[in-house]
């Protein structure tokens, strides 16, 4: 494998003072598509957050390009996290929460503005760009949080269930839009036609109940 752009050595993680995640390796080369599958609580969201480096290890180790994520949380930067909860700014409009992240990341007001516009009308939420976040449905909500993720054209793209909320034309659209995107991608899904499409299943067993 060339170098990978995402890894995780030994890595343990805890969740409400339980380890769920244990002494997981991991190498995800650029441009992989990795489907983590396992039942319900068997820990997907906690490592995806951790890859993410929003959640520090409990053990082991997160490397961005080979470079450990503890000591240059910048890395982050290089990742973009399609939330199972979307995590947007309900007060602000769809365009305003894509703009706010490309902001953040560097562009002018302009790139931000028009690059958004882009990414919501790949998600077909052109009519829907200034609404509130508040007045749109899940569905709606997990595409504006699907359009953020690509407009930050990522290196790494984590995404936790990213079809969860839709309907069947939708879910087509979010599918095709994430594998088409170059980034490496680590999706979480309980949906086997979206692990069917990924070059790789990484299964999580269930829980380790250990304190
Ligand atoms: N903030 C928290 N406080 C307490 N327990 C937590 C917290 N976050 C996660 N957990 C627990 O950690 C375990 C793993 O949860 P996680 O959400 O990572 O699983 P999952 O595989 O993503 O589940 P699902 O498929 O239902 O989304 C669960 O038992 C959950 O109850």
Known sequence: MPQPVLSCQSLSCRAGGREVVRDLSLDVAPGERVALVGPSGSGKTTLLTTLGGLLAPASGRVLVGGVPLGERPDLRRETALVF?????????TAAENVEVA?????????EARTEAAEAL?????????????????????QRVAVARALALRPRV??????????????????????L???AALVVATHDPEVAGRCDRVVELRAAVSRR
């Open 157 to 178: 793209l984590l995404a936790d269930e990213p079809t969860a909320e839709q309907d069947k034309v939708n879910r087509a659209l979010v599918l095709e839009a994430l």
């Open 121 to 141: 009308a790949r998600m077909r939420l052109t009519a829907y760009a200034e609404h509130l976040v508040e007045e749109l449905s899940g569905g709606q909500q």
């Open 180 to 182: 088409a995107s170059p």
């Open 102 to 110: 490309l902001r953040a990341a560097g562009r002018t007001a302009g």
């Open 84 to 92: 199972q909860s979307y995590g947007l700014l309900s007060l602000l």
